[in-house]
């Protein structure tokens, strides 16, 4: 089966399953007593963290790859792993202060998890810059790679040095009955369908680019 | 949509804003995702017509 | 040659260089002690008690004076052309990274010692007995420091443009060493600082993987 093939599959998937997902949430979903509604953005922000640690981890993997084995594929596949993990990313920092807000009274407080999903953003958008700023260089590919090996190493420190740092710890304690555990089961997958989707197109979308392009050398 | 949202609002105990945050927070995941999936086209069109 | 030898050798020849030409290392201390009255203004010391409230900022000082410095290291030799005389050498080209870290370290180390005089002359800073740990802690925090520093700036040596995301690609890299370093700062003058700090261990478990992992990458950083 080929790349458009399973393109169409997984975003035929990503739509039913987030579509089934986002009916859960709405209408299936108990409203949660401490928080009220906006709790629910839990459902997709929470996998939302899960599919971007996931995708940048195999961005890491794959920027390894590519130092080893010099093959421009990997350049891409790391590239577009970053690309749609720093997507899902933004949407953890974006719904976790509209979920603070409301449940919380303040746009941004320094919760450990979300602190370092910031610290996470910073790194990578410096590597979307470099890659913008070098993007005529002839090594630029390998340059990045190097940052987002760095980047990832520091994931787990950056947890740690947060974690202990944190002194506003949230009571995030929220008691998931049953029908939740469904809901967020569901919305889990289809975000992970959807992280799938978005990453083959963006992958198809920069094998378009090659080959329009003459040399055949990605542009980032 | 609003007869979903309709639905929650009765069950929701808390301040009726939560609902609005709720719908904001699903609204910004959207809006995130549609912005990128533009940002892919235009880098289609950009390429095809190199 | 021996590995040592050349590392040696990058080593005595950059410091030579640096200490002649000196625009780098002038510009980047002066910038530091700049940055230091500016915090004076900005805090007004005759109310705020420095003990207490600097630890973080001394080291924001270092680590915006120290990309000044280390963000340029690569990129003399990159329009020299000597960098490519260098890569021409037989030996592993981990022991360029490692003559320009040393050359790195122990001008960040340098940088440190007049920050803290400045402090302690212009700011009332008063480590005291606390000196020996604060010591020891900043010294920890900067071997991690100047391991990523050095390997960023082989990285952007090439990059159009590279000195001005310097800060950007190296700064968020570094915030755990960053807060380590503050805590353990301001540990070390509170008196409560022991060889078993969970800060300290954090800082070396960071050194020991980012200097490895720069003495592994700093091939590809710099290959043509």
């Known amino acids: ?220 | ?50 | 040659m021996s590995y040592l030898r050349v590392v040696a050798l990058i080593f005595t020849k950059d410091f030579k260089e640096e200490l002649r030409r000196k625009e780098n290392v002038l510009s980047a201390l002066l910038f530091a002690f700049l940055s230091l009255v500016l915090f004076a203004f900005a805090l007004d010391p005759t109310r705020v008690d420095l003990n207490q409230t600097g630890s973080g900022l001394l080291w924001l000082i270092v680590l915006f004076a120290g990309s000044l410095f280390m963000g340029a290291s690569f990129r003399k030799e990159m329009e020299n052309g000597t960098l490519q005389a260098l890569l021409l050498t037989p030996t592993d080209r981990s022991a360029i990274f490692l003559g320009k870290f040393l050359v790195n370290l122990v001008f960040l180390l340098f940088l440190e010692a007049l920050l803290l005089f400045f402090a302690f002359l212009l700011l009332n800073f008063r480590p005291g007995p606390a000196l020996g740990p604060l010591a020891l802690s900043w010294i920890a925090v900067t071997v991690g420091y100047a391991a990523l520093g050095t390997l960023f700036s082989a990285l952007i040596a090439n990059v159009h443009g590279g000195q001005v995301i310097y800060p950007i690609l190296l700064f968020p890299v570094l915030i755990p060493l960053f807060i380590a370093a503050a805590t353990l700062t301001q540990d070390a003058l509170a008196g409560t600082l022991t060889l078993g700090s969970q800060w300290l261990r954090l800082v070396a478990l960071f050194d020991t993987l980012f200097v490895t992992a720069s003495l592994f990458l700093f091939e590809y950083a710099v290959e043509e």
């Open chain 2, 1 to 50: 949509m609003s007869a979903a949202l309709a639905m929650v609002q009765e069950v929701a105990i808390k301040t009726p804003d939560t609902v609005g945050y709720l719908k904001f927070g699903y609204l910004a995941i959207g809006a995130i995702l549609a912005a990128y999936l533009v940002f892919l086209w235009m880098r289609v069109r950009k390429a095809r017509h190199s």
């Open chain 1, 1 to 220: 089966m080929d790349l458009r093939a399973w393109n169409r599959l997984l975003w035929g998937l990503a739509v039913v399953l987030n579509a089934v997902a986002l009916y859960m949430v709405f209408f299936y979903a108990p409203v949660e007593i401490q928080m009220g509604a906006v709790q629910k953005i839990f459902y997709y922000h929470v996998p939302s963290a899960s599919s971007a640690y996931v995708l940048l981890f195999l961005a890491f993997v794959f920027s390894i790859l590519y130092l080893w084995r010099e093959d421009p594929t990997y350049d891409l596949l790391a590239y577009t792993t970053a690309e749609v993990g720093f997507v899902f990313l933004t949407i953890v920092l974006v719904t976790g202060p509209v979920w603070g807000r409301s449940a919380w009274g303040k746009w941004w407080v320094w919760e450990p998890r979300l602190t370092s999903a910031l610290i996470l953003w910073l790194m990578y958008s410096a590597y979307f810059l470099l890659r913008l700023f070098s993007r005529h260089e002839a090594r630029s590919a390998r340059v990045a790679a190097v940052v987002a090996i760095i980047a990832f190493f520091d994931v787990p420190i950056v947890h740690k040095a947060i974690e202990w740092w944190g002194s506003v710890v949230h009571p995030k304690k929220v008691v998931l009955e049953p029908p939740m555990l469904r809901t967020f089961f569901v919305s889990m997958v289809a975000v992970f369908a959807l992280a799938a989707a978005l990453t083959l197109t963006r992958y198809m979308v920069g094998k378009a680019e090659e080959r329009h392009l003459t040399g055949g050398e990605v542009a980032p």
